[in-house]
């Protein structure tokens, strides 16, 4: 079946602009995480969706991030008046369900901040 | 917090050699434990996990761990290396009593398969 999808899966952009990611989960997961993965931070956890519930936001490392997950499945992720520390490449996932269920990763967009 | 350390960020061995990849994990409470492979310009795919059954644990393409609660350790092991096992491999911690699933990182094992 199907994976998790990402969109765009390069992305090259000037400085202070913004950019919009674009997850689609798989079908019935109720659960979408997204990562961010760069050569200086590892991977890192941004935000996670669960259900209708309020989003974990604790990961993100300003207010210039957002995201949301409309009709409990596709997910954009927003980064506002971007900076070059935002370079990296951004990873999706979703699960069935929390906990001690595998994630399900998307191949990530590579976002480059010129 | 929790924490993961993988010793090693870069392990070489020779084709049909034993791969060991290490991976120590810091927790009040032992949470479940997954490792994860990343080939280039993909995702990350999921070798195997530990949620609570047996201690050992099997995976795909021949890759098992063992959760060693006395040592906080979850090594990862191959009996014998193929080119194709050449990639980078990520040790994860998801938090057994939030249960939330959000996974915490280790700094990823790039493994280097000689021929």
């Known amino acids: 079946g199907a994976g998790v999808s990402q969109s765009p899966s390069n992305k090259v952009t000037e400085k202070g602009k913004d950019v919009e990611l674009r997850c689609d989960p798989i079908s019935g997961h109720t659960a979408l995480y997204w990562y961010r993965q760069s050569l200086g931070q590892g991977l890192e956890f941004l935000i996670y969706?669960?259900?209708?519930?309020?989003?974990?936001k604790s990961g993100l490392p300003s207010d210039r991030f957002s995201a949301e997950r409309t009709g409990g499945s596709v997910s954009t992720l927003t980064i506002q008046r971007t900076q070059q520390e935002d370079s990296a490449v951004y990873l999706c996932?979703?699960?069935?369900?929390?906990?001690?269920?595998?994630?399900?990763f998307g191949d990530g967009t590579r976002l480059s901040i010129l | 917090a929790q924490s993961v350390t993988q010793l090693g960020s870069h392990v070489s061995v020779s084709e049909g050699a034993l791969v060991l990849l290490r991976c120590n994990y810091s927790?009040?409470?032992?949470?479940?434990l997954f490792w994860y492979v990343q080939y280039p310009n993909q995702g990350l795919q999921l070798l195997l996990k530990?949620?609570?059954?047996?201690?050992l644990v099997k995976g795909i393409n021949g890759f098992e761990a063992e959760f060693k609660k006395s040592e906080t350790s979850f090594h990862l092991t191959k009996p014998s290396a193929h080119m194709s096992d050449a990639a980078e491999y990520f040790c994860?911690?998801?938090?057994?009593?939030?249960?939330?699933?959000?996974?915490?990182f280790g700094q990823g094992t790039t493994l280097q398969v000689k021929p």
């Open positions: 530990y949620t609570s059954a047996a201690t």
């Open positions: 969706f669960q259900g209708n519930s309020a989003p974990d």
């Open positions: 994860a911690v998801s938090d057994r009593i939030g249960n939330t699933g959000k996974l915490i």
């Open positions: 996932a979703s699960s069935p369900d929390r906990g001690d269920q595998p994630q399900h």
């Open positions: 927790s009040s409470v032992p949470p479940y």
